[in-house]
């Protein structure tokens, strides 16, 4: 069974601070591992890696992906308060049965001004 | 944004009730899902389908049921609602050449 356990549960940090979120992963044949923004509202997409793609930059975010370790970093660089929200991390194994993900239970930041 | 609506966005019932909630979308994507999001929990997989009439169950699907009878909806079923069915539901949908799902906006469900 595939298994995702993010870290730490939730954190605050004042803006300008540099947040380190953190994904652990247990999957079948891994394929891909996603990170999803969450407001008070749906999940956004933030970033997809693979194999081929194991680092991620948009603006202040960045992600790495360690294949051998089967962990995950989303670095955010600069906080500000619209930074405060869920993220979650998910991932898929290959040939995985109506392209379903796995997702974790999510990382709470908090960006106090 | 995708478009993806789910109808109705909040609802209250009360226990032993069927609800029925639908997610419906434009962009002709082969995949939907339903998931349920409760505090500590993250996401959880209901049912998803992989096209019209065909379904399969996720990781907690005791207690729901699905349809799918046209690309554009999928519908949720509580068929005797219960208090631990209180929760967050989402749709999503994929493409499927990734695995990037997009979310609906979500419909908050009471059962009393």
């Known amino acids: 069974e595939d298994k995702v356990v993010q870290s730490p549960l939730s954190l605050v940090v004042h803006e300008g601070d540099t947040v380190t979120l953190n994904c652990s992963y247990e999957?079948?044949?891994?394929?891909?591992l996603l990170w999803y923004k969450q407001e008070k509202k749906a999940p956004t997409f933030l970033f997809m890696l693979?194999?081929?793609?194991i680092e991620k930059k948009s603006g202040r975010l960045s992600s790495i992906l360690d294949k051998k370790e089967l962990f995950s970093i989303l670095n955010i660089t600069a906080t500000q308060t619209g930074d405060s929200a869920v993220y979650l991390c998910?991932?898929?194994?290959?040939?995985?049965?109506?392209?379903?993900?796995?997702f974790g239970g999510g990382t709470r930041v908090l960006v106090k001004p | 944004d995708a478009g993806i609506t789910q109808s109705p966005r909040h609802k209250v019932t009360e226990t032993g009730t069927p609800v029925t909630l639908r997610c419906h979308q434009t962009?002709?994507?082969?995949?939907m899902y339903w998931y349920r999001q409760d505090p500590g929990h993250g996401l959880r997989l209901i049912h998803y389908?992989?096209?019209?009439?065909?379904?399969d169950k996720g990781e907690v699907s005791d207690g729901y049921s699905v349809s799918r009878s046209k690309t554009e909806d999928f519908l949720l079923t509580l068929e005797s609602a219960t208090s631990s069915q209180t929760s967050v539901y989402f749709c999503a949908i994929s493409e499927g050449t990734t695995n990037e799902q997009f979310f609906g906006p979500g419909t908050r469900l009471t059962v009393l």
């Open positions: 999957v079948t044949n891994f394929r891909s």
């Open positions: 389908s992989y096209g019209v009439k065909d379904t």
């Open positions: 998910a991932v898929a194994p290959l040939k995985a049965a109506g392209n379903k993900l796995t």
């Open positions: 962009e002709n994507h082969r995949y």
């Open positions: 693979t194999s081929s793609g």
